[in-house]
Each structure stands twice: as structure tokens, then as C-alpha cells.
């Protein structure tokens, strides 16, 4: 490759994915090292130099975590709708239509059952890419009906937090799914069946303030950013500087918010072992609920 080509490919979009994904150059937000895109395809979007963690498609989360062709999606058809007829810059169904055209998904959540080596659950994934990954009532639909299925068929629950926080064009309507879904995992805790919570960069707002912080198990991802506000929020009201690291995952698992901080590349192991102690006889438990 020469000079010019290689600049050529520098000045490409990093983030997006031509047919020939192995051609572009990505540069680490860590170390700021340029790499392959396939070279970090190739180790589950970590840098091979450094360890930082990309960001990941919903799609991408999926793949990494649950066995081959063992994810069977619930509720694709649920949609926002828009009660409060809501209009900022553009209409709010115009935002939707908008995000489902790009994410080919009609909301910002992906709920399903999968199994993740070999043992049965149900999963909840959230996808940034669809308006932030914002919480708006069908977001909070789908989390219920997963636990739902939970606790009927005796499995756990994992829920993928990656948001924004709560959608402000359904407002209230939004902002009752905190409520809402803390409620049924409140149900999915008298069954004695566990709710494992998987923060990953970023989580903040609504969802912060709610399921994402009620799992029995707290894991995040290194270097995920999680918080309620944002920094430079909280600096402003508090008028002082804030702690280096300040609501990364290694911080807050240093001050007891969070139970472990696991590299993506074992977060696979980390979750089928932890069920398999916590749910007996997982592996051979039949589809039971559909």
C-alpha cells in the first residue's frame, strides 16, 4: 500500500463498515494506536495493544455472548407510539421512523432467549445506536415480558445496559418504566431467580437509576463509563473538581457500587458459570415459554 492510499484510508469513517471491513483503519481511543479494522473484529473490538473497548453494536453483543444460532427474539413488533403528539427540532415520529431506518429495528431494545455456553436465559440488550438507547415505554414493555418469561421458565435474567437515560418525548411515560420494570424485578426476586446486570459504555440516567443498578450481580466492562448525570454536569452544581476516573467501571468498583469489572473476552465464562451455580440443572432445561 502506498502513501496516498494509506492516507486515503485515514480519512475514511472509522466507524462505519463497507463490504470490505478489512480494508479500513481504526485508531484506539486508549492508546491512539492505528490498527486494522479486522485486527480488532478479530479480538471482540478490544485493542490488541492497549485493551480499551470499543464501543459494539446490539447485533455485535449478541454474537459475543450467546451461542451459535441460539438467540430466539421476543415481541420484534413492538414500536414506539407517540401519546404526547411531541415536537422539538423534528416530530417524535420522525425521530422514530428516522432510528428505525438506520438500526433496522423498531426499538431501542432486543429481548430474546439464548443460550450462552449451553445454558438457557433470557437476555436483554439494549442498542445505542436507536436514539441513544434511550428507556421510553416499549423499552420498559419488553424488559417486563423478558422477566416475565423468567420466572416461568426458571431462568435467569441478564439485562445489557448501554443508554442515555429516559426518552424525553414520552416523558412521563418514560419516566414510569423505571418504576415499572424495578417492580417486576422485584417479582423475579421472590421466585429466588437472579437478575444479572452487564453496564456497558455508557450507562447513564434513567436506566442508571434504575434496573441497571438492581442486579444481585453488577458486572461492567473496563473502562465503561456509568453515572447518573454527566461530569461536567455535576462539576458545574457542586462548583469542585472531581476524582480522576470519576464514573468509570474501575471506580466505581473501587468505592462498592459494582461487583466486578470483567474483560469482554470472558464475560461469556463469567455469566454461564455464575448461572450454572445459581440455577440447577440449567443446561437441559427445555424452551418452555414462547
Known sequence: MGFTDFLKNLRKDEKKVSKDASAYWMKCDGCGALMYYKEVHSQMFVCPKCGYHFRISAQDRIDILCDADSFLEFDKDLAPVDPLHFVDKESYKQRIQKHQSKT???????????RINNVLVQLVVFDFAFMGGSLGSVEGEKIVRAIDRAIQNKQAL???STSG???MQESTFSLMQMAKTSAA????????????????DPTFGGVSASFAFLGDLIIAEPGAMIGFAGA??????????LPEGFQTAEFLLEHGLIDMVVARK???KTLSDIIGMLVPCNENQPILYS
Do not use: H, M
Not at 104 to 114: E, K, L
Not at 185 to 200: G, H, W
Open 185 to 200: 424485578l422485584n417479582k423475579l426476586s421472590e421466585a429466588r431467580l437472579p437478575f444479572i446486570s452487564l453496564l456497558t
Open 165 to 167: 437515560g429516559a426518552r
Open 266 to 268: 470472558d464475560i461469556k
Open 158 to 160: 441478564i439485562i445489557v
Open 232 to 241: 461536567r454536569v455535576i462539576k458545574q452544581t457542586i462548583g469542585a473538581d
Open 104 to 114: 433496522g429495528r423498531p426499538s431501542s431494545v432486543i429481548a430474546g432467549q439464548a
